[in-house]
């Protein structure tokens, strides 16, 4: 291990540097993307759930940075800068671009803005975990690029990223069918009211999902130059992925939630101390998956 005098800190400065740059903008362009001024939101009006939405945003971009922040030994310092910052710029807007993807589609017949400025705190759960899915993802698939950049495996990893966010959105969707389906009354009615504990559940979910997502990317042998079948055989892995998580969480809930119906407890009687277990149980599992596969 290297003594700290023996540190290349023009390297550490330009990162250092860069992840300042960086982390500010998307404090700022939190304000910007919405129409408001962050400043007011946060330190005159104490808005609760717009912080939180925006530290979902903040943690999803410190994701994306760290993918690529190993240094590569071909590149001059000011290389390694630039790259840094564009793929931190390419970081960002595909975190916006995955925020409109689940306003449109996900979450289509609610208001994001009314509500999260409104104060509703389950619409900021629900924002933060959409933002931290996404960039869970975008730190995989640019882990991959970083290391060998080409033309090829631009397509070929953007396809898996689009492709990604239609599971995510489907996951998402699905949650919600289930919910309304059990005659809770519709979900995003119940996000609309600020059901915290709904909010939480489907958290825990969508970023369980997520991390096997990101974590089957290493998994396909096919040369990024054939597009087509490295995604197909991407997607074979994160559906077996997907459904084991369902039955590890499945099993582990039947002896954590003994006695409890978590269901019934998120639904009816907005049990938040429930749903952060369920969603603990879900990650964890994840987390659990993620090592086995690595």
Known sequence: M????QWDWIHL???????????????????WWEGVSSQTELAERDNVA???????????????????????????YLEQGLNLVMFGLVGLLLIRVSLWVNDRFAIDRIDKKQHILSGNVAMALTD??????????????????????????????????????????????????LHDRKGYGPFQQAIEQDQRSVALSHTGVVIAAALILAATVALP???????????????GFSVGGLLLLTLWQKLLSAWVMVKINPDKEIALQDNSGVAALEAAQWVGVALLLCAMID
Do not use: C
């Open 13 to 31: 400065a330009l990162e250092v540097g860069g992840s300042l740059l960086l982390l500010t903008l998307l404090r700022f362009s939190q304000g």
């Open 221 to 235: 042998e096919a040369p990024v130059d054939e597009p087509l079948t490295l995604v197909w055989s991407w997607f």
């Open 2 to 5: 290297a003594e700290w005098w």
């Open 50 to 76: 717009f912080g939180i939405s925006t530290a979902g945003s903040l943690l999803a971009m410190a994701l994306v940075i760290s993918s690529v922040m190993p240094r590569q030994g071909n590149l001059s």
């Open 128 to 177: 933060a975990s959409a933002a931290l899915s996404a960039a869970i993802i975008i730190r995989a698939l640019l882990e991959k690029l970083h290391r060998d950049p080409s033309l090829m495996g631009t397509v070929s990893y953007g396809l898996i990223y689009l492709a990604s966010l239609a599971i995510l959105t489907g996951i998402s969707r699905w949650i919600q069918y």
